[in-house]
């Protein structure tokens, strides 16, 4: 199966990054994590991403707040899909990050989720490397059937609660 790469600009980031890696997991999907900067760490963002195909990675997810360019970075260097989380990390609540990371010109796709939207993005990078891993996509299924059951059973709580 192709790994995930899971990228972050500050560790300062684990605390919402770790949501995505705790799904990858959850799901089987073999990951890896690092911290990379677009503008501390240029030189190893861009190792990483012009080796990442051959590297056996299938997708990467870049975590980033502020003046946030990791994904657009890491997208220009890739034709892998890049996945980008813009981080609530600045006075701004993450607004900032959140346009710096999906408007990217053409050419250069970053698929970008919502702010602190790191589950979303490890499911998205699932759906991804699912449509080639049939065992992958079972296990989506799953959880999204086990999630529409809790959803029910919190309707069921409510209308119990409200509806006499
Ligand atoms: C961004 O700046 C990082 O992704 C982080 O969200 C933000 C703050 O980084 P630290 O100053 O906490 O290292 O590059």
Redesign the pocket.
């Known amino acids: 199966m192709h790994k995930v790469g899971v990228i ?3 560790d ?2 684990l605390p919402v990054v770790e949501k995505a890696i705790h799904t990858l997991q959850e799901l089987g999907i073999p990951t890896e994590v690092h911290v990379f ?1 677009a ?1 501390r760490t240029p030189e190893e963002s861009r190792a990483f991403a012009l080796g990442a195909r051959k590297a056996g990675f299938g997708a990467i997810l870049c ?4 003046a ?1 360019h ?1 994904a657009g970075a890491i997208a220009a260097n890739t034709t892998l899909p890049v996945i980008g989380i813009p ?1 609530k ?1 600045s006075t701004l609540d993450g607004i900032d990050a959140l346009l710096s990371t999906v408007q990217m010109p053409s050419g250069i796709p970053v698929a970008t989720v919502a702010i602190d939207g790191a589950v979303n993005a490890a499911l998205l990078a699932a759906e991804i490397l699912a449509v080639s891993d049939p065992e992958l996509a079972k296990r989506l299924d799953d959880r999204r059937r086990a999630d529409t059951a809790k959803t029910l059973e919190k309707n069921a709580a409510i209308e119990a609660k409200y509806n006499h």
């Open positions: 972050m600009g500050s300062s980031d900067s503008h975590a980033a707040g502020k946030a990791l981080i990390s």
